[in-house]
């Protein structure tokens, strides 16, 4: 993330999952993770949010809490609208 501007600026970082592939239905966005920064004029910083099981974990069928092998879209923006997000597909063997 870079502040391309002449003031000093914050944003905040938003991921949303989906799984693709669920055996229930899910939502099709979940806020996973968010970081808030702030930035210089003229500063980049990488931002790391982490992925842990509980980010993919959901309620089965039999109310277990369950992480099931499949595939995940990650979506990483500063805000939730489809154009603000950068997409990618994540695997889970």
């Known amino acids: 993330m870079t502040n391309t501007g002449k ?5 905040v970082v938003q991921m949303y999952i989906r799984d ?7 939502p099709l966005k979940e806020l996973k993770g ?3 920064v702030s930035l210089q004029p003229g500063e980049t910083k990488t931002v ?16 277990k809490y ?4 499949g595939e995940f879209e ?3 923006g500063n805000s939730s609208r489809d154009c ?3 997409k990618m597909i994540l695997h889970v063997s």
Request: glycine share 2%; hydrophobic share 45%.
């Open 7 to 11: 003031r000093q600026g914050t944003e």
């Open 66 to 69: 369950v992480v099931e092998p």
């Open 48 to 63: 790391a949010l982490d992925i842990t099981p509980e980010s993919l974990a959901f309620y089965d069928i039999d109310m």
């Open 84 to 86: 603000d997000l950068q």
């Open 34 to 36: 968010f970081k808030k």
């Open 20 to 26: 693709l592939f669920s055996s229930v239905t899910r």
């Open 74 to 76: 990650l979506m990483v």
